[in-house]
Each structure stands twice: as C-alpha cells, then as structure tokens.
C-alpha cells in the first residue's frame, strides 16, 4: 500500500500570507496527486487534481506541483475562509489519503 | 446542479448491519465510478470502497473485505454499501464521492453518521 504523509500537521499562519503543505508518497506515484479543502462539519471540496490542474470554481490562489514522490499545495495569499484542514489523495494505485494539515489563524 | 444525499445511517451494535444509500442527480449518474469514504470522529479521511459504472467491478479496503459489499442501481441513481459484521472501529461519518479526473473525487454528499455500539 501507499502511504502518504503530509506536512506539517498544523500550521498558523495569517491573513495575506503565503502558505505550502507538503505531502510525500512512500512511492513513486507520478502525478496521481489530489488536494482537498475541509471545513468542520462539512465534506472535503477538490481543489486540485492531477498534481497540478485547479478544480473548476476554486480561486486562483491556489496552487498545486510535483511529480513522483513529493508534492506542495500552495496559497498565494491567505483569505479567512482558507483556515480549514487539507487533505492529499493519491490515485496511482487504488487510493489513499495524508493524514491532514490543519490550517489555523495565527 | 450535482447531488449526492446519503442516508441510511445511525446507532446500531457491534456485529449488526446497517445499509447505506447515496442518491445522485444533476449528472449523467451510471457514466461514472462512485466511491465511499469514511471519517472516524477527529479523524482523516478513509477510503472504503468503489464501483465501475456498470456495477460489475468492485474494490475494497482491507479494512472492511469481506464485511462490506458496495452495489448500484443505474435506473434509481443510487449507489449503497451494506455494512455487516459492523465493529467498534467502523463508527465514522460515511460519505459517498463520485469519481472525477485522475481518480480525484470532485463532488461529495453531506456524508450520514455510523455509531457502532452497545
């Protein structure tokens, strides 16, 4: 099985800053790499798919790159609806998730 | 606009069953694959299982082989996953996702809760 691991597990960050999760794969998955946004009390949202490609209706801000093992999601510019936990998904080979990055104010 | 409303959930005791549905609309419903995922309170995301969109191939997590067995219905848009043999360890919130570009699941229902115990 694939194992994903994302980092950090929390972060604090403010308004305006500019933001990276990092999530490793104990193999080589290609670009076979997903972001998602959740909120408490609410179902994960796509962000990004296929490592690098931005979900129809997500803001700009966000982005995605990597191939093979490592992977970062970024966030240009934090807003107040960013603070939220994100989850990685690799889809190489069956699926699995990362644990989460729970994104704080700071 | 895509749905996906799952119910079936609720209290039931360790070893019992209980039967999930996920009911689709807003897309062409039997063009693709259908996922379950599940969140232990707290916790991350699991994936559970997922259907072709014909229904004749099925996959599983280890987690839950041979104890859970997912199916679909393409004329009622409807996608279920019986859950038997139910464990301490299976409570979570149980969503069902459809299956989007590169295996990434890009629309989720509300998800219903599954609370295992005596």
């Known amino acids: 099985d694939i194992q994903m691991t994302q980092s950090p597990s929390s972060l604090s960050a403010s308004v305006g800053d500019r933001v990276t999760i990092t999530c490793r794969a104990s193999?080589?998955?290609?670009?076979?790499l997903n972001w998602y946004q959740q909120k408490p009390g609410r179902a994960p949202m796509l962000l990004i798919y296929?490592?690098?490609s931005l979900q129809s209706g997500v803001p700009s801000r966000f982005s995605g790159s990597g191939s093979g093992t490592d992977f970062t999601l970024t966030i240009s510019s934090l807003q107040p609806e960013d603070f939220a936990t994100y989850f990685c998904q690799q889809s190489y080979s069956t699926t699995s998730f990362g644990q989460g990055t729970k994104l704080e104010i700071k | 606009e895509v749905q996906l409303v799952e119910s079936g959930g609720g209290l039931v005791q360790p070893g019992g069953s209980l039967r999930l549905s996920c009911a689709a609309s807003?897309?062409?419903?039997?063009?693709?694959?259908m996922h379950w995922v599940r969140q232990a309170p707290g916790k991350g995301l699991l994936w559970v299982s997922r259907?072709?969109?014909?229904?004749?191939?099925?996959t599983y997590a280890d987690s839950v082989k041979g104890r859970f067995t997912i199916s679909r219905d393409n004329a009622k848009n409807t996608v279920y996953l019986q859950m038997n043999s139910l464990r301490v360890e299976d409570t979570a919130v149980y969503y069902c996702?459809?299956?989007?570009?590169?295996?990434?699941?890009?629309?989720w229902g509300q998800g219903t809760l599954v609370t295992v115990s005596s």
């Open positions: 296929a490592a690098s």
């Open positions: 996702a459809r299956g989007g570009a590169f295996g990434s699941h890009d629309y």
């Open positions: 259907i072709h969109t014909d229904g004749t191939s099925t």
């Open positions: 807003g897309f062409t419903f039997s063009s693709y694959w």
């Open positions: 193999q080589t998955i290609s670009s076979h």
